[in-house]
């Protein structure tokens, strides 16, 4: 093996033929030889370029409704020969197998072809295996020969091919080779994945993969590096947002834009509604006859906390809300859409990022989240449950009036969305205190009450904002004392899974605080 070797002769087959003449034409014009298939050599005949059909390279014509074309010696030895074997050469020689230097191959269209929801027998039909078979040939070989697996990577070889007379650099070939090897790693992650959900019970393997998105400039603090990747799914979010103004995302944003979105595609389909993030967790969520009031009910719960936060609207952003927002500095904004007005009055903010996204996520669509031990993955169904007041139980001499049930009901969908423990008083549409990530739940139900009696102080309010609010919390009470703190702030109402040991004693405080609670028979822990 040398550092330079030539590309003398290319087997082309692509599903996806996006620069594919171009591409083509350039290696012709390096004097390399084409090989094809199907539609491929159609497309290139079609442009006026000499093809060689691989049947006639092979002496078998394409069978089997084309399962059956690549799949021979003569391919596979012209791409796994190496070229500086003599006894390779000679097997060659014997055999007739000529060397293929160049594989540009981007497989049939799997993933596409499972994101339109298409039937059993058409999802398997477009599961590639000649493909995948050349990409792990010529990768294997990458001291010799060339894998391109990706549109992005044709220029590069094609620099190379011009700088050195025909040939490309052994850097270049591992470096498509690794590529190589990892879209077919996501491409096979794609078809197991979609095969664990068409077959009962816990696979026995799990595998995941993504595409580079953006390199970050760090991660969680300046001394981590950190890459975004997508996982093909195009589920609306941060992940397939448009960015329409502002310095590149940094892993944090990415991270809290993320919590934001999903909790606000919550409210999709109804009025509007804002959520305000820091560090992943809620410090305001409200409802409005607006998207301005929206937010600035939202901004009411913890003002000193949104400075520097992420937001999230269910509407698209309009010229009003656009001008409220920049009051106070502000990350990122993510909303379904913004009007030119908007956007107008967001071009002013050069650090503001704006982002856009073309519909709402469905909260009920099924998914995995992953987490990542020493040693291993966690993996669980994503979150997805939701209740309606016909799940409640209520456990209370007193029944909650309807503008309880409705909050008590906001509360509990916020709550999904904040780390355990957690703890949210919610008035008339809107937090006013979140407790969120403490060891004790008691504490969570202070602190929100605490940073609500703050607010009213800094409004000048009377009475604290948690005066006639309703709670939600996460998980169960295990203690009455965490209820008593929260009918001492103020709040008449309370939502909880129950199961408690002392569920009995929980309710009986209740009683005894005038208060009305139900059972949602549903925890949201979020760790």
């Known amino acids: ?134 990409i792990r040939s010529a990768a294997k070989n990458h001291g010799f020969v060339n894998v391109v697996v990706d549109v992005a990577d044709y220029d590069a070889v094609l620099d190379e091919m011009s700088a050195h007379g025909g040939q490309t650099t052994y850097a270049l070939r591992q470096r498509l080779a690794q590529t190589a090897y990892a879209r077919t790693a996501a491409y096979d992650t794609a078809v197991s994945t979609w095969m664990a959900a068409q077959v009962p019970g816990t696979p026995r393997r799990r595998a995941f993969a993504g595409t580079l998105a953006q390199t970050l400039r760090y991660g969680e603090n300046p001394h981590q590096a950190a890459t975004f990747y997508t996982d093909g799914s195009a589920r609306p979010g941060v992940a397939t947002a448009k960015q329409h103004q502002g310095k590149e995302l940094s892993y944090n944003n990415i991270n809290d834009t993320d919590a934001a979105f999903e909790l606000i595609s919550e409210f999709a389909g109804q009025g509007p509604a804002c959520a305000i993030i820091k560090h992943a967790n809620p410090c305001g969520v409200a409802t409005g006859a607006t998207l301005a009031e929206a937010y600035t009910r939202a901004f009411d719960c913890d003002r000193t906390s949104a400075f520097g936060g992420i937001i999230a609207l269910n509407h698209p952003l309009d010229a009003e809300t656009a001008q409220a927002i920049t009051g106070i500095f502000t990350e990122v904004v993510i909303a379904p859409g913004a009007d030119a007005e908007a956007v107008g009055i967001f071009s002013q903010k050069k650090n503001l990022r704006l982002l856009t996204t073309d519909t709402l996520g469905d909260p009920a669509q099924a998914a995995l989240a992953v987490k990542q031990v020493a040693g291993g993955f966690l993996v669980q169904d994503k979150d997805v449950g939701r209740i309606t007041a016909d799940d409640l139980k209520v456990v209370t001499k007193r029944q909650p009036s309807d503008q309880e049930l409705a909050d008590l009901l906001f509360a509990w969908t916020v709550a999904k969305h904040v780390k355990s423990n957690a ?33 009213a102080e800094a409004m000048g309010l009377p009475a604290p904002l948690t005066q006639g609010s309703v709670v939600a919390s996460d998980a169960f009470f295990p203690f009455a004392d965490g209820l008593v703190a929260a009918a001492e702030a103020g709040a008449t109402a309370l939502i909880q899974p129950g199961g408690s040991m002392r569920d009995d004693e929980v309710i009986a405080a209740a009683d005894e605080a005038g208060l009305a609670m139900v059972f949602t028979g549903m925890r949201h822990f979020r760790h």
Do not use: C, W
């Open 1 to 134: 093996m040398t550092d330079l070797s030539p590309v003398r002769r290319a087997l082309i087959s692509v599903s996806d033929k996006t620069g594919l003449i171009e591409f083509a034409k350039a290696l012709a014009g390096h004097g390399v030889a084409l090989l094809s298939t199907g539609g491929t050599a159609s497309t290139l005949r079609a442009a006026g370029l000499s093809v060689q059909d691989v049947s006639d390279v092979t002496g078998f014509p394409e069978m089997m409704d084309g399962r059956v074309k690549t799949l021979h010696p003569v391919v596979h030895g012209g791409l796994l020969a190496l070229r500086d074997n003599d006894d390779h050469l000679a097997a060659m020689d014997q055999h007739g197998i000529d060397p293929i230097d160049l594989v540009v191959v981007n497989l049939y269209p799997f993933e596409e072809t499972v994101a339109k929801g298409a039937a059993y027998g058409d999802v398997i039909e477009n599961i590639d295996i000649g493909g995948p078979a050349m």
């Open 423 to 455: 703890i949210i008083y919610v008035k008339d549409g809107a937090t006013v205190g979140v407790g969120a990530g403490q060891m004790s739940r008691v504490d969570s139900t202070r602190i929100a009450a605490r940073k609500a009696q703050d607010m």
